[in-house]
């Protein structure tokens, strides 16, 4: 029976740990190992161990045979050997001679315990610091020994043991003593030398140093001096020292010569000491040196005799240096003035030490030379020729980086230099670079398509596109191949070969994309075969791919062949697909609004609106906010603004759009929130300063808000700039003609371009406007009639019947609103009559058409003009208040021009200082003048005259104006005769009065007056006194109040001083105070106390215009009444009531008017009077008795009615001869029934003159009884 083991296969053995992990588990362990092997403490410990038996000897030299290239074992090692030769001949030496008994007792008894100690610096580790403690005991017995008569090795054993012992001051110091015993010079050097390596044994670096160096010093052997100085310098590089030993080198230049071995270590010596600019000095002077040796060899061999010296540094060999290679095309420009000089000679050693030298210092510019001189000695040296390539690139220089590149890929193959090549080449813009790199890559991968594509456009870039063509025709047979073939083709101008290769293409079904179909159908179109495009278009819109990234181009150019074809149903289609798309653009959208424009407006403001929110590009929203104003959908306009306005990050993301201020401006226009519309322009010329749109935006809000003083200063500050831009001129002369300067408006803006506008309807109405405006009303009138003439030709041309081409005018069949407009004034304003009041009705008529409830503003300044041409002054003031009831819950408001007009043609003064006060400069420039006037502010009046002059120099009305309103306030003098015959006496009074304007707010006046008294009637009165009198008044007036300061002297019966002040406050335009204190003043209560008192007053008054036409005033006054001499003779209050009605309020005036006046008096009985005081009873015929009555009237009631025509032409001046009356019937609660009639003549002489002639009869007045009658006349001369 057969074994059945043997038959059985043979089974794998599980292996638990593989062989590699064994391996390397064997080489981290191997690895672990020898970095804890304590080498270098074994140095150390070696180093600073004063053993000096054969045993550390030995262990010593076995050490080194482990690692022989270790120089400080190898100096260690030197050092034992010294000491143990200097211990034997020390010994030998001392057994020779025999010593004094001291000296010998002394030394044996340092040889004990210097042997003592070793024993036990050899037990240390078990004797627990034995040596420690013994070595102060053993320097002790070494110092006690006498060194004189020690010999040489004696001397040095000491030493040595010395610094065993670690006292280097003392070993250092035998030494020298144990040198200066030596005469001659080498001996004592050796000396130094010796102690220098027994010093070096022990770590002493800069002592062994410093004995070398005195070696060096001492010998007379230059080259033994340089060798020790060599030493010195390597036992201080040993020593961690090697600063110290590059300035010791520094030092000692001169004694270490400039050999290109020395030149060499010291390079070494300064790169260990880390100075780079040391050993960049010293590879320069090496660099220099040969290249010196070269040259002083090139002359000798050239002249047979040896060069003179020259100082040359080299630096010229070290610039760059042509070189012609394989695959390197360079020109020569110009031959050289003189040949260059020699390069270095090529010393790979020297120059790479250079190379190396200058790169550790980040001297790439000298290494880059030593490079390009290596090339230049040894072009075929790749070595150097990579090292160039490098350092070329590190300066930035990759041109050169990239042909050294070049020429290293093309020689040796390597797949590094291509890689290189192929990143510097694109960057460099080096095609050739690149199309060799390619055509190395398309060797390998000829299918490549990418490649290909590369390959294709470095040809390009070349201007070489026909070698690509030749190439893809070789080897292009992929359909990548041959659309790349097409798209080159077409590009380079071979539109046919181009669309060739697309036939091939495209014969494919499977290869007719929407990618391939584009440019193909582009190129068919171009070619002239549209039909064969569109229909690979239509083919290629099943084959659109999920996520297709130029879906929206696909749609765009189906749409736009469409368009070409005329077929825009198909356009709107393709478009209405594209925006359907993630892909869709702002031009798409663009396209998209035109074509609705023409079919669906309202869609297309829509569309506008969904590009706004979709892109926030403002054109859009304009676009919408124009399209949505033609349809009147404010509310649309209104909800998108403050949309925007509520998304802060879109506001500031449109705070830097100009337009988008334009827009924002015009909407706050639109619905009158001028404050807001004002900083939005403002906001945008910030940001578009040169804006045309802004700056008419900005100018027309200004107009329409009659913001006259903000217009100024705006033109002030930029019509400069803004008069350059001839789109601004319209505005501008809009501005002027709001500001009533319509001479700039037509100097400088509308004449210039008449010639160009003769066609244009709106501007020839604006221009004879400016005429009409400018007092040219018989040029505006013959332009009118012309345009009248020219419209009513053109409108029957276009329909045949007259009245219905009339009608059709008003309609909005093919006009805009404002041409409407302008037709609709011109056809009122040339009918008359019934006519004209028809037409009127019917265009307010058809102004109501569509269902609106208000007539347009346009319609309402229409009428409110009619209105005012005819006069109707009372009706144009009740469709005022009719439009403001209807519109009161608005932002709108009359016009202002109608409401001036209208408050000064019926002398409403409260309504025309309303308007002064709130719009003043945007008042049309009569009006403000009259204004100014009518109300009392006579500088105003003045000041606005002398503003329109400068612009207005030809402005008759104006002229007269200003000669009127400087009249009213310039310096005068005047003369005023009266003859008044009352009761008892007759007055004859001369005054006198000089008038000077300080400036337009003070006044001085000085009056001067003579009163002449005769008696009519002796039974009443007698001896009636003459008087005479000077005064000064002073008056200031502002806007708002005005005082007065009067002071005077009278001589009567007595002389006394008078003086008020008084003060008028205007709260506003309707409501004035009046305020009143006086001291000594002229009283006329009494005859008697019309010559002989007077009084002391304080008055406190009030008056308030009601309206237009009525105004009420109130007094209330308490007086104190004395005799001139200064007696008191009783005192009164006062009361005033008095209503003024202005039933005309033009020339001629006239008014209405009631007043009431109570006075009650407190008596003094003037019988009690005495002395002077007494002397005002003169006045009483003989044997006549004061009464009561006699100085002051009964408490009294006084009051009447009163009619005054023109009384105010007796003082204010007037060209023309003005007649002037009035008429009261009063009653006197105590005199009875009375009357006060007045009539006179009021004129000018010689123009700036007054002259006034007056007759005045009374009865029963306030303070006289019985008949008074007065003549006057006043004259007053301006200058």
């Known amino acids: ?87 034997k001949l020390a010994r030998e030496e001392a057994a020779k001679q025999a010593l004094p008994s001291a000296a010998v007792q002394a030394w044996d008894h340092w040889q004990a315990a210097y042997q003592g100690y070793l024993e036990a610096q050899k037990q240390d580790h078990r004797a627990g610091g034995q040596a420690e403690a013994l070595a102060p005991q053993v320097m002790q017995a070494l110092k006690d020994v006498p060194l004189q008569g020690l010999t040489q090795e004696q001397a040095l054993y000491l030493a ?162 042509a070189w012609t290679a394989p695959g390197w095309r360079m020109l020569r420009t110009a031959d050289p003035v003189r040949k260059p000089p020699p390069g270095l000679p090529f010393d790979d050693k020297t120059y790479l030490l250079g190379y190396e030298v200058f790169l550790e210092n980040r001297n790439l510019e000298d290494a880059w030379r030593v490079a390009t001189a290596a090339v230049r000695q040894a072009p075929q040296d790749m ?36 890689r290189t090549v192929m990143r510097l080449a694109p960057g460099l813009f080096d095609d050739r670079a690149l199309i060799a790199g390619l055509r190395h890559q398309l060797s390998r991968r000829p299918q490549d398509a990418a490649l290909q594509q590369a390959l294709v456009q470095a040809y390009e870039r070349q201007a070489e596109p026909g070698e690509a063509i030749d190439y893809l025709q ?89 368009q070409d074809q005329r077929q825009e149903a198909l356009t709107l289609k393709a478009y209405r697909r594209l925006l359907q798309t993630p892909h869709a653009g702002i031009s798409d959208y663009d396209e998209v609004i035109r074509l609705l424009q023409r079919a669906d407006r309202r869609e297309a403001a829509r569309m506008s609106l969904h590009a706004w929110e979709q892109f926030h590009d403002v054109r859009h929203l304009t676009q919408a906010f124009y399209l949505l104003e033609d349809l009147e959908d404010w509310t649309q306009i209104g909800s998108q603004v403050e949309r925007i306005l509520a998304d802060p990050a879109l506001v500031k993301r449109l705070q830097g759009q100009p337009t988008f201020f334009q827009i924002l401006g015009a909407y706050y226009q639109r619905t009158a929130q001028s404050k807001k519309a004002m900083e939005a322009f403002e906001k945008g010329l ?98 009118r009639q012309q345009l009248w003439t020219r419209e009513k030709v053109r409108a029957r041309a276009q329909d045949g019947a007259a009245a219905l081409a009339a009608r059709k005018w008003l309609t909005a069949e093919g006009l805009d609103e404002v041409q409407r407009q302008a037709r609709s004034r ?110 009392g502010d006579v500088r105003l009046a003045q000041t606005a005259a002398f503003e329109n002059m400068a612009d207005q120099p030809d402005d008759d009305p104006l002229h007269l104006a200003l000669t009127e309103q400087l009249l009213a306030f310039s310096d005068y003098g005047g003369l005023q005769l009266r003859n008044r015959r009352m009761d008892a006496i007759d007055e004859q009074v001369s005054r006198l009065r000089w008038h000077v304007g300080l400036n337009p707010r003070w006044a001085l006046d000085l009056d001067a007056e003579d009163v002449r008294r005769t008696v009519n009637k002796n039974t009443l009165v007698r001896g009636p006194s003459q008087e005479r009198g000077i005064g000064l008044r002073l008056t200031r007036k502002t806007q708002s109040a005005s005082s007065e300061f009067m002071l005077g002297r009278r001589e009567s019966l007595e002389g006394y001083t008078p003086m008020q002040f008084t003060q008028t406050y205007n709260v506003d335009s309707r409501w004035s105070l009046q305020a009143s204190l006086g001291r000594h003043l002229a009283t006329q209560e009494t005859l008697a106390m019309r010559m ?29 009444y004395r005799v001139q001499s200064g007696a008191r003779v009783g005192s009164g209050n006062h009361a005033t009531l008095q209503y003024l009605h202005t039933y005309r309020s033009e020339a001629p005036t006239l008014q209405f008017g009631a007043f009431t006046s109570w006075h009650r008096y407190s008596r003094n009985d003037p019988a009690l009077l005495q002395g002077r005081d007494a002397a005002i009873l003169g006045y009483l015929p003989p044997f006549n008795d004061p009464t009561i009555d006699y100085l002051l009237p009964r408490s009294f009631r006084f009051s009447g009615l009163q009619m005054m025509f023109n009384t105010g032409y007796e003082q204010q001046y007037t060209r023309a001869l003005r007649p002037y009356a009035s008429l009261a ?9 009375g009357y006060e009639l007045g009539m006179g003549l009021a004129t000018s002489l010689f123009g700036a003159d007054h002259l006034a002639l007056g007759l005045n009869l009374s009865k029963s007045g306030i303070n006289t009884v019985g008949n008074t009658r007065e003549l006057l006349l006043t004259y007053r001369l301006h200058y």
Not at 65 to 78: F, I, Q, T, W, Y
Not at 384 to 403: H, K
Not at 1092 to 1110: A, F, H, N, P, T
């Open 1 to 87: 029976m057969s074994n059945s083991k043997r038959n059985a296969g043979g089974s794998e053995r599980p292996i638990t740990v593989p062989f590699w992990l064994i391996a390397l588990l064997a080489v981290l362990i191997g690895g672990a190992l020898w970095m804890l092997f304590p080498k270098q403490d074994l140095e150390r410990r070696l180093s600073v161990t004063g053993d000096d038996s054969e045993l550390s000897y030995n262990y010593l030299s076995n050490l080194l045979k482990s690692d022989p290239g270790n120089e400080n074992l190898r100096a260690l090692l030197k050092a034992k050997e010294e000491r143990l030769q200097a211990i």
């Open 160 to 321: 040595s043991s010395a610094l065993v012992l670690k006292d280097a001051p003392l070993a250092l110091g035998i030494y020298d003593d144990v040198a200066e015993r030596q005469a001659d010079p080498a001996r004592k050097a050796q000396v130094y030398e010796s102690a220098a390596r027994q010093a070096l044994g022990m770590s002493l670096y800069e002592e062994s140093a410093r004995l070398l160096r005195q070696a060096s010093a001492t010998t007379e052997d230059v080259q033994q001096s340089r060798a020790y100085l060599w030493q010195a310098l390597q036992v201080l590089q040993s020593g961690n020292r090697a600063n110290e030993a590059l300035a010791l080198a520094r030092q000692q230049e001169e004694l270490l010569g400039s050999d290109p071995e020395t030149l060499r270590k010291l390079i070494g010596l300064a790169r260990a000491a880390g100075n780079r600019a040391e050993a960049e000095r010293y590879a320069k002077r090496l660099l220099q040196l040969s290249l010196l040796q070269q040259w002083q060899t090139q002359v000798a061999g050239a002249s047979g005799v040896g060069p003179d010296p020259v100082a040359d540094d080299g630096a010229w060999a070290l610039q760059p240096v």
């Open 383 to 418: 070595a150097w020729r990579e090292r160039l390539a490098q350092v070329s690139e590190w300066m930035g220089q990759q041109q050169q980086a990239l042909d050294n590149w070049l020429v290293i890929a093309q020689n040796t193959g390597s797949e590094d230099a291509w």
């Open 474 to 562: 070789k080897h292009g047979s992929t359909p990548q191949s041959q659309i790349l073939l097409a798209q080159l083709a077409e590009r380079a101008g071979r539109s046919q070969l181009a669309l060739q290769a697309w036939k091939r293409v495209l014969a494919d079904p499977e290869q007719r994309t929407p990618a391939h179909a584009m440019p193909a159908a582009v190129l068919a179109l171009l070619q002239g075969e549209p039909a064969l495009g569109l229909r690979w278009l239509e083919d290629a819109q099943t084959r659109i791919p999920a996520g297709m990234q130029d879906e929206g181009e696909y749609w765009r150019l189906l749409g736009d062949l469409a």
């Open 686 to 783: 910030a940001l578009d300063p040169g804006s045309t749109p802004l700056r008419q935006g900005l100018m027309w809000l200004l107009i329409d808000t009659q913001n006259a003083a903000a217009l100024k200063l705006l033109l002030a500050a930029a019509e400069p700039v803004w008069a350059r831009d001839a789109d601004m001129h319209g505005a501008l002369a809009a501005a002027y003609m709001t500001l009533s300067r319509p001479a700039v408006a037509l100097e400088r803006y509308l004449k210039p371009h008449r010639a160009e506008h003769a066609d244009d309807f709106l501007w020839m109405m604006q221009y004879a406007d400016a005429l009409e405006q400018n007092q040219q009303a018989d040029r505006a009138w013959s332009l």
């Open 826 to 935: 011109l056809m009122l304003f040339h009918t008359q009559g019934d006519a004209e009041f028809a037409l009127m009705r019917e265009l307010l008529r058809m102004d109501l058409e569509g269902g609106r409830r208000e007539h347009s503003a346009a319609a309402a300044e229409l009428a409110i003009a009619w209105l005012q041409e005819r006069g109707e002054y009372q009706a144009e003031r009740g469709y005022l208040w009719q439009q403001y009831a209807r519109s009161r819950s608005k932002s709108t408001s009359s016009p202002l021009w109608a409401e001036i007009t209208v408050a000064l043609a019926e002398k409403d003064v409260a309504q025309a200082g309303q308007l002064l006060q709130r719009h003043d400069e945007a008042l049309p420039r009569y009006d403000r003048i009259n204004a100014a006037a009518m109300v």
């Open 1092 to 1120: 002989g008192g007077m009084k002391d007053r304080v008055s406190l008054g009030s008056s308030y215009q009601l309206s237009r036409l009525d105004q009420i005033t109130l007094e209330l006054a308490s007086e104190r």
């Open 1225 to 1233: 019937l009063t009653h006197h609660s105590v005199n009875g029934a």
